[in-house]
């Protein structure tokens, strides 16, 4: 046996859920539970959200340390990101992309989020400098925790939403305009769960990634937060996608 700490024993695939902005490991709890439970080795990996370039080697990193077969699953952001990492990774078999982007070359999180009505995120930022290691500033963005029930998780009980709220990770606000270089969709399948009270990224903006990528796609009505409130149909996609792409 491999002493590689990540690597599975599993006949079925691994699969790596990546996080994305305002959210953290914990946001996927019920849905590696679910999975876990139907036999899946998990690994929810912590999206650093300092930027599409850095994020997507660091989870690549994770990628590369499976041994075997992988179904990898993107929130938000994250779908972005994990898209970015999995370029020419032979061992991930299936992308499911939950209430996410789906980038193609040359477009960023903020252009697709932009391209229909409906998203109510960016008045509800809130900026917070930082300074980074060569001496200039960055600029991290943050949901006001005020808004962030109504904007990100209204779905979620409101006491389950507060710690949300307070245990969000900001992400640099460079890392929404940052452009993908890579389109894995176009030569390995997907799936999306859209979500249609999603007051972060507009559902027809889903449903237009989702129709180009060729995504096999559901609708659950849920807010941005899906993974929370409905994680049952969540999982049960990421097991259609595992089923239909083993061996």
């Given at each position: 046996m491999s002493s590689n700490p990540q690597q599975s024993t599993s006949s079925l695939p691994t699969v790596l859920l990546v996080h994305g902005?305002?959210?953290?490991?914990?946001?996927?709890n019920n849905v590696v539970t679910d999975l876990r439970r139907r036999g899946y080795p998990v690994i929810a990996i912590?999206?650093?959200?300092?930027?599409?370039?850095?994020?997507?080697?660091?989870?690549?990193?994770?990628?590369?340390s499976v041994g075997g077969p992988a179904v990898i699953v993107g929130h938000s952001y994250g779908g972005a990101v994990m898209a970015e990492a999995v370029e020419g990774a032979a061992n991930v078999k299936a992308l499911v992309y939950v209430a996410s982007f789906t980038l193609d070359v040359?477009?960023?999180?903020?252009?697709?989020?932009?391209?229909?009505?409906?998203?109510?995120?960016?008045?509800?930022?809130?900026?917070?400098?930082?300074?980074?290691?060569?001496?200039?500033?960055?600029?991290?963005?943050?949901?006001q925790q005020d808004k962030f029930h109504a904007v990100f998780a209204a779905d979620?009980?409101?006491?389950?939403a507060e710690q949300m709220a307070a245990t969000q990770r900001p992400v640099a606000d460079n890392a929404l305009t940052d452009t993908a270089t890579a389109?894995?969709?176009?030569?390995?399948?997907?799936?999306?769960?859209?979500?249609?009270?999603?007051?972060?990224?507009?559902?027809?903006?889903?449903?237009?990634?989702?129709?180009?990528?060729?995504?096999?796609?559901?609708?659950?009505?849920?807010?941005?937060?899906v993974a929370v409130s409905q994680p049952g149909p969540v999982a049960e996609l990421i097991d259609t996608a595992a089923r239909a792409t083993a061996g």
């Amino acid at each position: 046996m491999s002493s590689n700490p990540q690597q599975s024993t599993s006949s079925l695939p691994t699969v790596l859920l990546v996080h994305g902005a305002f959210a953290e490991s914990a946001s996927w709890n019920n849905v590696v539970t679910d999975l876990r439970r139907r036999g899946y080795p998990v690994i929810a990996i912590a999206n650093p959200l300092r930027g599409l370039k850095p994020d997507a080697a660091y989870v690549r990193a994770v990628v590369d340390s499976v041994g075997g077969p992988a179904v990898i699953v993107g929130h938000s952001y994250g779908g972005a990101v994990m898209a970015e990492a999995v370029e020419g990774a032979a061992n991930v078999k299936a992308l499911v992309y939950v209430a996410s982007f789906t980038l193609d070359v040359g477009e960023s999180c903020g252009d697709l989020a932009a391209k229909f009505p409906g998203s109510e995120l960016s008045s509800a930022l809130q900026p917070v400098p930082f300074p980074l290691p060569d001496g200039s500033m960055g600029t991290d963005l943050y949901i006001q925790q005020d808004k962030f029930h109504a904007v990100f998780a209204a779905d979620v009980a409101a006491d389950v939403a507060e710690q949300m709220a307070a245990t969000q990770r900001p992400v640099a606000d460079n890392a929404l305009t940052d452009t993908a270089t890579a389109a894995p969709w176009k030569t390995i399948p997907s799936w999306a769960v859209i979500s249609t009270q999603d007051l972060a990224i507009p559902p027809e903006s889903m449903r237009f990634m989702a129709q180009r990528a060729g995504s096999t796609a559901i609708e659950v009505e849920a807010s941005h937060a899906v993974a929370v409130s409905q994680p049952g149909p969540v999982a049960e996609l990421i097991d259609t996608a595992a089923r239909a792409t083993a061996g």
